[in-house]
C-alpha cells in the first residue's frame, strides 16, 4: 500500500486526502491546528463560497496568477465535481449573484465537516495539532515528515499548507519555507486579495458606507492597471470590497515599486457625461429652492453628498438655484472621476489570498509533483497560483488538492 502522507488538513489537503484514498493509499493528514478547515470556516463571511458556477475556461480567466497552470486540474475535477462530492453527501448547494455557490445551509462548517466525514469514511487518517518541521529527502525522493511529535515515514508527500494570510487559521507561510529548504524557488508572497488604505481625508466621514453599481479604476503613476465593476466599501483605514479586493493584487506590485497610486470611482457608470448632467440639471429643477446638500438626495447617499459637494468645491448651504455652470461641471467631473489616494496595502496577515508561494515551473501540471524532488506533490495556496475573489481560489484549492492525491496514490 502506497504511504502518502498530506502537510496541512485545509480543502486542498482535505480533496488530496480523499483522491489518494480514493487511489487506495494509506493516508495521513498532519494538520498543525486543533481542527483541519479553520480557514475555509472564514471563507465568504463565514458562509463558504465553495466555487463558482462558470464556465472553465473563466475559471482561468479569473485565476490571473499562472490560471493557465491548473488548466488540467480544472478540467479533471471541475466545478461541478465539488458541488456533486459535497451534494452526494448530503450537503445542497445553491448559486448566487455572479455565479458563487454556497452551502443552502449558509454555514462554511457545514462544508468542512462534510469534507472532512468523506475522507475519514474513505478510510483516511487525521493528526491534529502536529506541525510538520521538516519534509525528509534521500538521494531525491521524499521518504517521510518530521513533525514535533515525530518522524513518519511515507512514499510521497503531499505539501499543502497554504499561503501567508490569517495565520491565526495556521496558513502562516511554514508550507513556503519547507519548500524553500527542499530547493524550491519562491516567488516572494504579498497580498493578493487585501482592502488597500488610505490617508484620503474623506476616509473617516465614509466609514461604513458601502457603494454598489460603481466602476473602479486603478492608477499609478498616471497609468491605467485595472477596472472592475461592483461594489466597495469604506472602512476606517481606506477602502475594502469585491472590486477593491480584484484590483488588490496590482496595487501591491505599484505600491512595491515607489509608484503613486490612486483609485478612482466612477459613482455613475451607467449614465455618459452628457446624461449625467441632464440628470443633475432635472433634479436642480425639482429641487431648486433648496439648499444643494439638500437638494441631491436622488443622486447620492446621503452620507457621500457633503463629500463630493467639497470635493468640487461647492458650498453646500448655497441654495440650488444660486449654483454656477461652473459649479455644476465640477459636481458632474467629481461624480464620474471621484479620486481616492491609496498609501498602502493592509498587512498580509489579512489578505484573503496569498500570491507568491512555489514556482510553478517547478511543478508537472497534470500530476501536481515536483520536478526537483521525486515523490514530493504540491497543492493549492501553497503554489504561485492565485485569482479574483467569487469562488475561484477554493475551487483551484480543490481541483490542485485532487490531483496531486490521485498522483501520488498511483503505482510507481
Known sequence: MTRVAIVGGGAAGLLAGIAAAWGGAQVTIYEKMRVPGKKMLITGKGRCNITNACEIPDFIKNLPGNGRFLNSALHRFTNDDIVLLLESNGLPTKVERGGRIFPVSDKAKDVVDTLVRIYTEAGGKLQTDTKVIDIMVKEGHVYGVRTVNGVYEADRVILAAGGASYPGTGSDGGGAKLAKKLGHTIVPLKPSLIPLESDYPYVDDLQGLSLRNVQATLFADGVKLGSEF???????????????????????????????????????????????????????????????????????????????????????????????????????????????????????????????????????????????????????????????????????????????????????
Open 230 to 412: 461592483g461594489e466597495m466599501l469604506f472602512t476606517h483605514f481606506g477602502v475594502s470590497g469585491p472590486i477593491v479586493l480584484s484590483l488588490s493584487n496590482l496595487a501591491a506590485d505599484a505600491l512595491a515599486a515607489g509608484k503613486d497610486v490612486e483609485l478612482e470611482v466612477d459613482l455613475k457608470p451607467a449614465l455618459s457625461e452628457e446624461k449625467l448632467d441632464a440628470r443633475i440639471q432635472r433634479d436642480f429643477v425639482q429641487y431648486s429652492r433648496k439648499q444643494v446638500l439638500n437638494g441631491m438626495k436622488d443622486l447620492l447617499p446621503q452620507r457621500l453628498v457633503p463629500v463630493v459637494l467639497d470635493m468640487s468645491y461647492v458650498d453646500e448651504n448655497k441654495f440650488i438655484n444660486q449654483v454656477s455652470r461652473e459649479e455644476r461641471h465640477r459636481l458632474l467631473q467629481t461624480l464620474k472621476h471621484f479620486v481616492i489616494t491609496i498609501s498602502a496595502t493592509r498587512p498580509i496577515a489579512e489578505a484573503i489570498v496569498t500570491a507568491g508561494g512555489v514556482s510553478v515551473k517547478e511543478i508537472d501540471p497534470k500530476t501536481m509533483e515536483s520536478k526537483r524532488i521525486k515523490g514530493l506533490y504540491f497543492a493549492g495556496e501553497v503554489m504561485d497560483v492565485d485569482g479574483y475573489t467569487g469562488g475561484y481560489n477554493l475551487q483551484a484549492a480543490f481541483s490542485s488538492g485532487h490531483a496531486a492525491g490521485e498522483a501520488a496514490a498511483a503505482e510507481e
